[in-house]
């Protein structure tokens, strides 16, 4: 396996002809680690955005009145973090599951900054989170062209560009920069803090453990990290029951599950899955052929846990952002793939895995399920096709 600090750009890249691209990849990956992060970080915020530009209501009035009015919900966190939702809106209202969400709005409390501390916290989180993508995915493969196309194809997805859409102070992003985090954990307390901080953010963050724990496994962590896991999600529990207990704070089940929500999500049940991972499909598949000349159970394991959590979002009205929280699994496939016999002895085959990858998860705009409604992100490329068409 190369080491990511390797001087030598010829063992960095395959050989090609010296095209542009051949040198811009040759100059950011051959020079120092610092270089190649930070043009990995404005590669992966600016091109998602750019191919998925996030759609806003095109009423500006509405966009107004909706903005205001969720900064209106989650003012009343900041102003008391153990504010119980249920006491003002129906069980099944958003607003109401909201009880346990307490991480960002306590921040923003202790910033004394109010709703615009929330801000702060989540673009902060995002930059966390696209740099901890690269870090991540370099730490499951070693390879820096591999790492930066497998990030990109995360960040093409909606984990990349939630954050520009999030009128609703969800904090989706927040809660994927902890997930993040948790997987460039080496010790028991930063995974299990990052683990018991993501769920703070949104209880989703358990959906993902199995698939945290899988990819330690696969690239030989200490045990104690995969305990660290296990303790985090316990300390949330406990943290639940005692909130419960003490403030009387509960978590509303009523809507999950329900028959009004389940049947239009099984109808775009095929977008919601693909969309969830997109290129990082191809590495799952690519993952499954392996395994399938290898025998390795671990990729029986990841299908099995990224599947149960697509089927699971699919309980919910909105259906895109949970799903999401399935992206640890293309970080899986590819620490599955970097110790193939195959891809150890072709280690081209999987730049270019990897380079197909980031091309899909961008070129094809993000998708957004929500309930009956699947409403495609415009990119700024096809509208401006678009536009010249109608001019001609």
Avoid at 71 to 84: M, N, S, T
Avoid at 371 to 384: H, I, K, M, N
Wanted: net charge positive.
């Amino acid at each position: 396996m190369i080491r990511p600090d390797s001087p030598a750009v010829d063992a960095l890249l395959p050989r090609a002809p010296p095209t542009f691209l051949w040198h811009a990849l040759s100059w950011i990956v051959g020079g120092s680690r610092t270089r190649w992060l930070a043009i990995g970080v404005v590669l992966c915020t600016i091109l998602p955005w750019f191919f998925s530009c996030p759609l806003f209501p095109a009423n500006r009035e509405s966009q107004e009145y909706w903005a205001h009015y969720w900064a209106g919900v989650e003012q009343r966190k900041i102003d008391h973090p153990l504010y119980d939702y249920t006491r003002e809106f129906p069980p099944q209202s958003n607003e109401a599951k909201r009880n346990f969400r307490i991480l960002i709005p306590l921040l923003a409390r202790l910033t004394g900054m109010g709703i615009k501390g929330t801000d702060v916290v989540r673009y902060g989180l995002q930059a966390v989170l696209i740099l901890g993508l690269l870090l991540a995915a370099e730490r499951a493969c070693g390879d820096r062209v591999v790492a930066l196309g497998v990030a990109l194809a995360i960040a093409g997805t909606h984990v990349g560009t939630e954050v520009w859409r999030d009128a609703f102070y969800w904090f989706d992003n927040c809660a994927h920069a902890f997930a993040v985090l948790a997987l460039l954990a080496t010790g028991p307390w930063l995974a299990g803090g990052a683990v018991l901080l993501g769920l703070l953010v949104d209880e989703r963050v358990l959906g993902t453990v199995p698939l945290l724990a899988l990819f330690h496994l696969i690239i030989h962590s200490r045990r104690s990290v995969l305990v660290g896991l296990a303790l985090g999600a316990s300390a949330y529990f406990a943290m639940r029951v005692g909130l419960s207990v003490r403030f009387g704070l509960h978590y509303p089940l009523t809507g999950i599950g329900a028959t009004s929500k389940l049947i239009p999500n099984l109808v775009n049940a095929p977008a919601a899955f693909w969309f969830a991972l997109e290129g990082g499909w191809l590495l799952m598949v690519a993952a499954a052929r392996e395994a399938a000349a290898s025998g390795k159970r671990e990729i029986a394991g990841l299908f099995a846990f990224t599947f149960l959590l697509l089927m699971a979002s699919g309980f919910v009205g909105d259906f895109t952002r949970s799903a999401s929280y399935a992206f640890p699994a293309t970080l899986v496939a590819l620490a599955a793939l970097a110790r193939s016999e195959r891809f150890a002895r072709e280690p081209a085959g999987l730049r270019a895995l990897a380079g197909f990858a980031a091309g899909v998860s961008l070129i094809v705009p993000n998708a957004i399920v929500l309930g009956d409604t699947v409403a495609f992100e415009s990119s700024l490329p096809v509208r401006a096709i678009q536009a010249w068409l109608r001019s001609i």
